[in-house]
């Protein structure tokens, strides 16, 4: 199995980015199965390198949630593909992703590596004629899902290699409280 972390939507951002691939123009915009927001990529691994990984992640904790700011959109390349892609400026995901990559030595997994800078895939538009999706991008350049905190991250699990498509959740991990006291409160 070929493992990723990832952030899991909000549900009211997930809604807002699934309305736009429901009204993509044409079928050359092959929307994509599972928004979220990649950001660590384990690669192979074997059941007993699993359960290890799994209670490394447990542990992991931040003193407050991620905060995902959407802040446009972009296209990007991806192995072989060109895709759509929804841009988030998301506060402590470097040191989130570096806490993951460091559970991810202390299980004992070779190797992994970062994601980042990434953004949360939309649309393979890899036949699209790049003129209608130009105009797409101006079109909805203005457009913006509203802030929201994340306070658990996601392990998926696909097929063969990074370039599948098709993702299972294989669990999720809560790494900080989704409520914060004011700093009156403290």
């Not at 952030?7 to 809604?15: A, F």
């Not at 192979?44 to 359960?51: C, K, Y």
């Amino acid at each position: 199995m070929y493992l990723t972390v990832g952030l899991s939507l909000p549900v009211d951002m997930r809604v807002f980015l699934h309305g736009f691939q429901d009204f993509f123009p044409s079928r050359e915009w092959r929307p994509t199965p599972v928004l979220y927001l990649p950001l660590v990529a384990f690669g192979r691994m074997q059941p007993p390198e699993w359960e290890e990984l799994d209670q490394c992640l447990y542990a992991l904790h931040l003193p407050t949630p991620v905060t995902l700011r959407h802040t446009g959109f972009d296209v990007s390349a991806r192995g072989n593909r060109i895709m759509l892609e929804a841009t988030v400026e998301a506060s402590v995901i470097d040191h989130l992703s570096v806490k993951i990559r460091n559970a991810g030595r202390q299980a004992g997994v070779p190797s992994s590596h970062s994601l980042l800078p990434s953004g949360i895939a939309l649309a393979d538009i890899t036949e699209v004629d790049p003129t209608a999706c130009n105009l797409w991008l101006a079109t909805h350049r203005h457009l913006f899902a509203q802030t929201e905190e994340v306070c658990e991250f996601t392990v998926f699990k696909t097929g063969k290699n990074r370039e599948n498509t098709f993702l299972e959740v294989m669990a999720e991990y809560q790494f900080s409280d989704l409520y914060t006291a004011p700093p009156n409160m403290l």
